[in-house]
């Protein structure tokens, strides 16, 4: 699965413990997701979502993988 979570950190010029903090879970756990090496929980695909003030699928999308 890869995502779009580095681009929308950018975007709001936020590091990945901001983002970390503002949704409850470590920066090694950003880190991993942004670099395709953890796939988060539906309810962390979520907060993340929401927090961007976007829809899961703007942020997350499958690969053909998956």
């Not at 929308?8 to 997701?33: F, H, P, Y």
Request: proline content about 2%.
């Amino acid at each position: 699965m890869k995502n779009t979570i580095k681009i929308e950190r950018a975007l709001k010029n936020i590091t990945q413990e901001d983002l970390a903090k503002k949704i409850g879970v470590s920066r090694q756990t950003i880190n991993a997701m942004e670099a395709g090496k953890y796939v988060p929980s539906t309810v962390l695909a979520l907060k993340i979502a929401k927090y961007f003030d976007k829809k899961v699928e703007d942020i997350f999308e499958l690969e053909i993988e998956d």
